[in-house]
Nanobody
Framework: QVQLVESGGGSVQPGGSLRLSCVAS????????MDWYRQAPGKERELVAA???????YYADSVKGRFTISRDNAKKLVYLQMNNLKPEDTAVYYCNADLFVTTIGLSRQFWGQGTEVSVSS
């Protein structure tokens, strides 16, 4: 059974930093992409940053220059370093991964349970 488990959320003041981590466990043959989404209260879930294997990273305009996505492929980890946090970054952050869990066929998407980030003074 493949699982994604996030950690690292919390409460910080504006201008502070947090680092989110997400580890994938289970039988995984390869990774297509590992990404971070967020969902603020009353809003739709949005893509924050993406790290496709062999491709270019993507950042939402609202986080460019402040957030950095990185991966440790050997450990099947993805990180989201968040600097200069703003109140509008407050949301539940979700790890999403597109994984090949069999030797043939298409990849499948998996979601973590989410970790809360709160930015306020």
């Amino acid at each position: 059974q493949v699982q994604l488990v996030e950690s690292g959320g919390g409460s910080v003041q504006p201008g502070g930093s947090l680092r989110l981590s997400c580890v994938a466990s289970g039988i995984i043959f390869s990774i297509k992409t590992m990404d971070w989404y967020r969902q603020a209260p009353g809003k739709e879930r949005e893509l924050v940053a993406a790290s496709p294997t062999g491709g270019s990273t993507y950042y939402a305009d609202s986080v460019k220059g402040r957030f950095t996505i990185s991966r440790d492929n050997a450990k099947k980890l993805v990180y989201l370093q968040m600097n200069n946090l703003k109140p509008e970054d407050t949301a539940v952050y979700y790890c999403n991964a597109d994984l090949f869990v069999t030797t043939i066929g298409l990849s499948r998407q998996f979601w973590g349970q989410g970790t809360e980030v709160s930015v306020s003074s």
